[in-house]
C-alpha cells in the first residue's frame, strides 16, 4: 500500500532563517507531487506541484521554492523566512495524469510558525 | 477558475443523514467534482469524486446536478467522527488548478 510521510511535524523558525520541509511517497512511481500551504482557519492554497523527477511548477509567486531531486521525495525550501509563511504546510501525491483529477492522497502535515 | 460555494457551517444529529451542498456554476465540461474532509491539525481526506453521473463508496454518496452547475455529498447516517470541514473543489483533466475554498463545517451532535 502507498504512504506519504512529511516531517517535521513541527517547527519554529525565527524570521529570515532558512527553510527545508520534506516530503516522501512509498508504495508507488512516479507519482504527480504538490506542496500546500494552509492559513489558520482557511482552505488550501496550492503552492508548486511536480508530474516527475526535476520538473517544478509554481502556482504563486513568493518566497518559496521546491524540489523534487528523486522520484518520490519532494522538498520545499526557503532561503529567508517571512512571518507571512507561517502555516501548516500539506504534501499530497496523486497517480500519473495529465491533470490533478485524480483523487489526491495528503501527508500529515507540517505546521510551521515563523518568530 | 472556476470556483465552489459552500456554507460556512451546517449542523446535524448522529445517526441522521447530511446533505452537505456545494455550487459550482462555472464548472468546465473537464472538471471532475472532488469533495475532501478535513479533522483538525490533520491533512485532508478524500471522500468521493465523480464527473457526471452519481457515485456511491462506502464513505458516502454524490448527487450531481444534471446540468452539473450543483452537488451534494450525502452521509447516510451520521457519526460523531464525522465531524469535520468539508471541502468541495473541482479538479482538472487538462490543468493542475486546484482551489480550496474555506468548505463546510460540519457539527454532529450526539
Known amino acids: 500500500s502507498q504512504t506519504i510521510h512529511q516531517w517535521p511535524a513541527t517547527l519554529v523558525q525565527p524570521v529570515g532563517s532558512p527553510l527545508s520541509l520534506e516530503c516522501t511517497v512509498e508504495?508507488?512511481?512516479?507519482?504527480?507531487l504538490y506542496w500546500y500551504r494552509q492559513a489558520a482557519g482557511r482552505g488550501l492554497q496550492l503552492l508548486f506541484y511536480?508530474?516527475?523527477?526535476?520538473?517544478i511548477s509554481s502556482e504563486v509567486p513568493q518566497n518559496l521554492s521546491a524540489s523534487r531531486p528523486q522520484d518520490r521525495q519532494f522538498i520545499l525550501s526557503s532561503k529567508k523566512l517571512l512571518l507571512s509563511d507561517s502555516g501548516f504546510y500539506l504534501c499530497?501525491?496523486?497517480?500519473?495524469?495529465?491533470?490533478?483529477?485524480?483523487?489526491?492522497?495528503f501527508g500529515p502535515g507540517t505546521r510551521l510558525t515563523v518568530l | 477558475d472556476a470556483k465552489t460555494t459552500q456554507p460556512n457551517s451546517m449542523e446535524s444529529n448522529e445517526e441522521e443523514p447530511v446533505h452537505l451542498p456545494c455550487n459550482h456554476s462555472?464548472?468546465?465540461?473537464?472538471?471532475?467534482i472532488h469533495w475532501y474532509r478535513q479533522l483538525p491539525s490533520q491533512g485532508p481526506e478524500y471522500v468521493i469524486h465523480?464527473?457526471?453521473s452519481n457515485v456511491n463508496n462506502r464513505m458516502a454518496s454524490l448527487a450531481i446536478a444534471e446540468d452539473r452547475k450543483s452537488s451534494t455529498l450525502i452521509l447516510h447516517r451520521a457519526t460523531l467522527r464525522d465531524a469535520a470541514v468539508y471541502y468541495c473543489?473541482?479538479?482538472?483533466?487538462?490543468?493542475?488548478?486546484?482551489?480550496f475554498g474555506a468548505g463546510t463545517r460540519l457539527f454532529v451532535k450526539a
Open positions: 499530497a501525491w496523486s497517480e500519473t495524469a495529465s491533470g490533478s483529477w485524480n483523487e489526491q492522497f
Open positions: 508504495g508507488t512511481s512516479n507519482p504527480n
Open positions: 511536480s508530474v516527475g523527477i526535476g520538473q
Open positions: 462555472t464548472i468546465s465540461g473537464t472538471d471532475y
Open positions: 465523480g464527473l457526471t
Open positions: 473543489i473541482l479538479l482538472n483533466t487538462g490543468g493542475f488548478k486546484t482551489i
